[in-house]
């Protein structure tokens, strides 16, 4: 099959974070079955912006930023809806890792009109929603995208509930994220503590740095470290991070990363640590288990039930106190985090390998085509 996928931004930087990895990851398992497989989307920051990723094609177009104030939601990308208008005529299927934006919904639409089949993943990216915009946004164009999908792919029942209260009953089709079978390597030493994501609000890096603050007394030669980008929270965490510095803990942000970098810088850490609430399924969390790498996370994570049904690390509430607790534990017993790190190996190999996922989107998209 000929398949275009369409996410909404690519970056130097990893700014638009898991859909990015969940498109790279399902293009080149889909790749490997034999299908032909290209991912498009808008692009900023790169002096020239590359063709491949990870051995997936690309087709990049220039981001505009259209709506300022609106992140994410406001950039558009005239160009690669005139490629893909060109492009559509060739294709069997599409596949939209679809937010609020002005890249997606207009790809869908688009995609509609040549009456080829598409698929649309929110990601936890459409959900109810207070913000003044989404209420015409919605009625004017995401109903209409999701009701006209040949299939919506959750993640939990709590996306499919938002998602049915954003635009009714769809046809739903439940799909785990997975990651590709990843190399182990021992842990370094001296021990490092990884908070890999998004500076963002809802993400906590500001409760990671407290986290450490806390705990260097106990830990002294234990490294602390935040990767990911500013979203928001970068002048707070670097202020908090000079207090901690002051007061002796070795900790510091390196700002964002490639994705196609991240399983490597994952594997210099001993201990990944994502304090986040209410995560719909971090791909970070994912590739930090297939890695080898325990794991702390909120009871809020979708990730949490796997988690803590294979004890691949400690699961705990929002308060720093528990998320202390748990990182303070898993310091002092090396043998039982090495371990919990090779059970959460393990849960993904067996439960969500890119194989398996691979196969249920093309048995997906070939169904759509034959009806």
């Given at each position: 099959?000929?398949?275009?996928?369409?996410?909404?931004?690519?970056?130097?930087?990893?700014?638009?974070?898991?859909?990015?990895?969940?498109?790279?990851?399902?293009?080149?398992?889909?790749?490997?079955?034999?299908?032909?497989?290209?991912?498009?989307?808008?692009?900023?920051?790169?002096?020239?912006?590359?063709?491949?990723?990870?051995?997936?094609?690309?087709?990049?177009?220039?981001?505009?930023?259209?709506?300022?104030?609106?992140?994410?939601?406001?950039?558009?990308?005239?160009?690669?809806?005139?490629?893909?208008?060109?492009?559509?005529?060739?294709?069997?299927?599409?596949?939209?890792?679809?937010?609020?934006?002005?890249?997606?919904?207009?790809?869908?639409?688009?995609?509609?009109?040549?009456?080829?089949?598409?698929?649309?993943?929110?990601?936890?990216?459409?959900?109810?929603?207070?913000?003044?915009?989404?209420?015409?946004?919605?009625?004017?164009?995401?109903?209409?995208?999701?009701?006209?999908?040949?299939?919506?792919?959750?993640?939990?029942?709590?996306?499919?509930?938002?998602?049915?209260?954003?635009?009714?009953?769809?046809?739903?089709?439940?799909?785990?994220?997975?990651?590709?079978?990843?190399?182990?390597?021992?842990?370094?030493?001296?021990?490092?503590?990884?908070?890999?994501?998004?500076?963002?609000?809802?993400?906590?890096?500001?409760?990671?740095?407290?986290?450490?603050?806390?705990?260097?007394?106990?830990?002294?030669?234990?490294?602390?470290?935040?990767?990911g980008p500013d979203?928001?929270?970068?002048?707070?965490?670097?202020?908090?991070?000079?207090?901690?510095?002051?007061?002796?803990?070795?900790?510091?942000?390196?700002?964002?990363?490639?994705?196609?970098?991240?399983?490597?810088?994952?594997?210099?850490?001993?201990?990944?640590?994502?304090?986040?609430?209410?995560?719909?399924?971090?791909?970070?969390?994912?590739?930090?288990?297939?890695?080898?790498?325990?794991?702390?996370?909120?009871?809020?994570?979708?990730?949490?039930?796997?988690?803590?049904?294979?004890?691949?690390?400690?699961?705990?509430?929002?308060?720093?106190?528990?998320l202390v607790a748990?990182?303070?534990?898993?310091?002092?017993?090396?043998?039982?985090?090495?371990?919990?790190?090779?059970?959460?190996?393990?849960?993904?190999?067996?439960?969500?390998?890119?194989?398996?996922?691979?196969?249920?989107?093309?048995?997906?998209?070939?169904?759509a085509l034959s009806?």
């Amino acid at each position: 099959m000929r398949i275009i996928s369409v996410v909404s931004l690519i970056t130097p930087d990893g700014a638009y974070g898991g859909p990015v990895r969940v498109a790279v990851n399902q293009a080149k398992a889909l790749i490997a079955l034999g299908h032909d497989v290209r991912i498009a989307a808008a692009t900023r920051g790169f002096d020239r912006p590359p063709t491949e990723l990870d051995q997936v094609p690309l087709q990049l177009f220039p981001a505009r930023t259209v709506l300022p104030g609106t992140g994410f939601a406001g950039i558009a990308s005239p160009g690669l809806l005139r490629w893909l208008r060109s492009a559509l005529p060739a294709a069997d299927v599409v596949h939209l890792h679809a937010a609020r934006d002005l890249i997606t919904l207009p790809a869908a639409v688009l995609t509609r009109r040549a009456e080829v089949p598409y698929f649309v993943q929110t990601h936890g990216m459409i959900d109810p929603s207070t913000n003044p915009l989404a209420k015409p946004l919605d009625a004017f164009l995401t109903k209409g995208v999701l009701r006209d999908a040949a299939g919506v792919f959750h993640l939990t029942d709590l996306e499919r509930a938002q998602l049915l209260e954003v635009a009714g009953e769809l046809n739903f089709l439940p799909l785990a994220n997975g990651v590709p079978a990843a190399e182990y390597t021992a842990a370094p030493l001296p021990p490092e503590v990884l908070y890999l994501a998004r500076l963002a609000p809802r993400k906590r890096p500001l409760i990671f740095v407290e986290a450490a603050r806390r705990l260097q007394p106990d830990f002294p030669t234990v490294r602390f470290s935040l990767v990911g980008p500013d979203e928001g929270e970068g002048a707070a965490v670097s202020a908090a991070i000079g207090a901690a510095r002051a007061a002796g803990v070795a900790i510091e942000w390196s700002g964002g990363l490639a994705p196609d970098l991240t399983l490597d810088r994952l594997r210099e850490c001993s201990l990944y640590v994502l304090p986040s609430v209410d995560e719909p399924y971090p791909m970070s969390v994912l590739e930090a288990l297939s890695v080898g790498r325990p794991v702390v996370i909120t009871e809020t994570c979708g990730l949490a039930e796997l988690v803590h049904r294979h004890q691949a690390g400690a699961v705990v509430d929002h308060s720093i106190e528990s998320l202390v607790a748990a990182i303070s534990q898993l310091l002092s017993e090396p043998g039982a985090a090495i371990a919990s790190g090779e059970r959460g190996r393990a849960a993904v190999r067996e439960e969500l390998s890119m194989a398996a996922i691979a196969c249920q989107l093309a048995a997906h998209y070939s169904a759509a085509l034959s009806s």
